[in-house]
């Protein structure tokens, strides 16, 4: 396939979509920014739970705790908001359960697991509202041993854009890193059921399969065409899912990440999109990153309750992210990203939420 000349569709597509779609039907509210106690780690550290809110209808919490999304709720083609994220009600779920829902993660590391990140400022602007947070990693057994500084913003803006912005840094020796996040969406509302009949598009042509033995990614990359992993167009995700391939059988479901068709190191570019055919609700993913993970829930198996006493089955939720191509989980196997002192790793993950309008 052309890639210019996909590019250049998709291009066309969200322009055109940015006037056929709109979030919310409702009058405008006031863009807004508060905070509220969320509880104390068992070490006795306080959590801070945050609620931004635009002028569309949509909200995002943000806990101190691991940075994690804990809800994001969303106007339908009607105007009536679903929390779209998958999640817990409490902080004690969250720090009792290994599902690491909605946090800032290193990639193949455990360096922020159960950290409770400080809030170094608070922004509200006339379009936006937003957070700094802070956190530095420690040693971790059977991982990185260097040390470093992370900032991440979060960003709502009144274009119904949820920016997610990272920038590292390390003191004193090279280190690896690779920072992202773990949202687990369904657009039909969390706890909802499957997400099978949601429509997905990556701008990607090839990806990095997973080994029989470890799981896995290595480092040959492979083409999509004619495998369940080709999703230049836009396709149901259960389509997918129900073909006989193995590598959706090694995971029962994808658990990949795709090298994305792009122009320029650096620059914010259209991933992928994910449609909701019954709320009409669509999410868009930009990134400047090389890379997109998209994994299908393979891990809910009715045994971990979220919010609402919801029981996850597999398959409930997906995460769509992305991500550079390196796994510094295990630097000896894969290609890692480097991070030096005194040159500042950074990255921008945004997620654009719209409605189809029939």
């Known amino acids: 396939m052309n890639y210019r000349y996909l590019s250049a569709r998709l291009l066309i597509l969200s322009l055109v979509i940015g006037l056929m779609f709109s979030v919310g039907s409702g009058a405008a509210a006031e863009m807004t920014l508060e905070k509220a106690p969320f509880g104390e780690t068992p070490d006795g550290k306080a959590v801070d739970i945050y609620t931004l809110r635009n002028e569309h209808g949509i909200e995002a919490k943000i806990a101190t705790f691991e940075g994690v999304v804990v809800s994001l709720l969303v106007p339908d083609e009607e105007g009536q908001v679903a929390d779209v994220v998958l999640g817990y009600d409490t902080l004690e779920e969250y720090i009792a359960h290994d599902a690491f829902f909605g946090g800032i993660a290193d990639q193949g590391t455990q360096r922020f697991r159960h950290v409770v990140w400080d ?25 990185p041993q260097e040390s470093i500084a992370v900032t991440v913003h979060y960003t709502l803006n009144n274009d119904n854009e949820l920016k997610i912005e990272y920038i590292a840094t390390t003191p004193e020796q090279e280190t690896t890193v690779s920072l992202t996040n773990q949202i687990y969406f369904n657009l039909a509302g969390a706890g909802s059921g499957d997400i099978l009949d949601h429509q997905l598009l990556i701008n990607g042509e090839s990806f990095y399969p997973l080994e029989d033995d470890t799981l896995k990614p290595i480092t040959q990359l492979r083409g999509i065409w004619g495998t369940p992993m080709d999703y230049t167009r836009s396709t149901a995700i259960g389509s997918g899912l129900n073909q006989e391939n193995e590598q959706i059988r090694l995971n029962r479901g994808y658990n990949h990440i795709w090298k994305l ?36 829930g393979n891990f809910l198996d009715g045994t971990i309750v979220g919010k609402g006493n919801t029981v996850y089955e597999r398959h409930h939720g997906f995460t769509l992210t992305a ?36």
Request: charged fraction near 30%; avoid cysteine; glycine fraction near 8%.
């Open 119 to 143: 809030v170094v400022a608070e922004r509200k602007e006339e379009n936006s509202v937003g957070l700094e947070l802070n956190a530095w990693s420690q040693p971790i057994d059977q991982g």
């Open 323 to 358: 991500r550079d191509l390196s796994y510094s989980g295990d630097p000896a196997r894969f290609p890692v990203k480097t991070l030096t002192p005194g040159e500042p790793a950074t990255s921008t993950i945004l997620y654009k939420f719209f409605t189809l309008q029939e």
């Open 261 to 296: 068709k792009k122009e320029g190191e650096d620059s914010l570019q259209l991933a992928g999109r994910v449609y909701e055919p019954d709320s009409k609700r669509v999410l868009e993913l930009w990134t400047t990153e090389p890379g997109i993970w998209f994994e299908t």
